[in-house]
Every structure is written in C-alpha cells, then in structure tokens.
C-alpha cells in the first residue's frame, strides 16, 4: 500500500519568515494529495490541496507544490504569523480502491511572534 | 449548515467490553470515512463508505472492528473485546462524493479510552 513519509516533525520559524514541510509518497497511482491542519484538540482542516495533473498551487500565503517523477511535495508558508502555528498533515489518496487517504506523522509548526 | 458531528466526544470502557461510535455525515454527503488517530501520529484509514455500503474496509485492523452506514447517512463504527491498544481519537470524515479532490469535512472526534 501507499506510505507517506512527512519532515520534519517539528519546526519553530520566527513570525514573518517562511516555513516549509515537504512529504514523500510511494504509491505512483495517488492522485490527490491534501494538506490539512489540525489545532490543538481540534479536528483536521482542509487548507490546500493538489491534484496529479498540476505542478504547484497557491492561495494567499499558502502554496503546494508537487513533484509527480520524485513522488514528493512540499507546503510552503510565507508571512506566517502565530496563528500560523498548529499540527500540519499531508496526505495521498490511493490505495486499491484509489479512496484511501493515507496521512503523514504530522509537523508541529510553532512561529515565534 | 451543521458540520459533521460523532458522538460521543468521550468515552471510557473497561477492557473486554462493546462499544459503538456513531458519525452523523453533512447533509447529501455520499461517502464516508473513518480514521483512527493516536497521540502524536497523522489519521489512519479505516473504512470507507459510498453510499450504504463499504466500498473499502481494508484498513479495519481485525474483525473485532465492524461498521455499518444502513440508510446512507448515520455511520455507527462498533468494536468488539475492546483492548488497551483501540484507546485512540477515532475521526469521521464525510464528502459530497468520494471522486475527484471533493474535500472531505472531519468531525470532531470522539476519544476512546480502554482502561
């Protein structure tokens, strides 16, 4: 099955600097590849995701780029701010049914103010 | 609208013992998903559901673990001889259709704890 490997696992950035998380995926089949962040106690929430036809997207200060031949992608914060700072997962969708969501170990991302 | 709600937030049980957890979907919301997530680790599947039927179990650990969607909404995720190791966040995700990048919507979890 699909493993997805997620680093770093933590990651403190000062207020208004850029912060990157990259994640690796086994499965050359996944197709879909969300990022959700997840605050303290608090349900994952959807905050950009890509698709398999697409190389990068951006929304804001977030961006997602993905490198379909290396079987990598990275989530790219810029400006970040303290509330900013919370769990971030990826994710990739396959599986044999091409429905499961496999999710990394998650990033403690912490900004500094 | 409502989001997607489990009940309960909590719950407590005593090793060996049955427990059900029960997800509500959004509205209109055909498939269906529940993870497990223990302390420190990223969401990990468990079921899928399309509709009334499980169209991927394989992430169910063992057969102590069942789920059921009957009418195509309610999700009730039972487990059987709960174990110290089931003690987990179980999430229940719901999306308009399983296609496509439609974003699945989490829960907010309910935390199992087995004594």
């Known amino acids: ?113 | 609208g409502a989001g997607v709600s489990q009940t309960p937030s909590n719950k407590v049980t005593e090793k060996g013992k049955y427990v059900e957890l029960r997800c509500d979907p959004i509205s209109g919301h055909t498939a269906l998903y529940w993870y497990r997530q223990s302390l420190g680790q990223g969401p990990e599947f468990l079921i899928y559901f399309q509709g009334t039927g499980a169209a991927d179990d394989s992430g169910l650990p063992n057969d102590r673990f069942f789920a059921v969607r009957p009418e195509g909404s309610v999700s009730t995720l039972k487990i059987q001889r709960t174990e110290r190791g089931d003690s987990a966040v179980y999430l229940c995700a719901s999306s308009l259709t399983p296609v496509s990048t439609n974003e699945q919507f989490f829960g907010p979890g309910t935390r199992l704890t087995v004594l």
């Open chain 1, 1 to 113: 099955g699909e493993n997805v490997e997620q680093h770093p696992s933590t990651l403190s950035v000062q207020e208004g600097d850029s912060a990157v998380i990259k994640c690796t995926y086994s499965d050359s089949a996944s197709n879909y590849f969300p990022w959700y962040k997840q605050e303290l106690g608090k349900r994952p929430q959807l905050i950009i995701d890509i698709r398999s036809n697409v190389g990068e997207k951006k929304d804001q200060r977030i961006a997602v780029t993905l490198n379909k031949t290396a079987k990598h992608f990275s989530l790219h914060i810029t400006e970040t701010q303290p509330e900013d700072s919370a769990v971030y997962f990826c994710a990739a969708r396959g599986g044999i049914t091409g429905n499961q969501f496999y999710f990394g170990t998650g990033t403690s991302l912490t900004v500094i103010p």
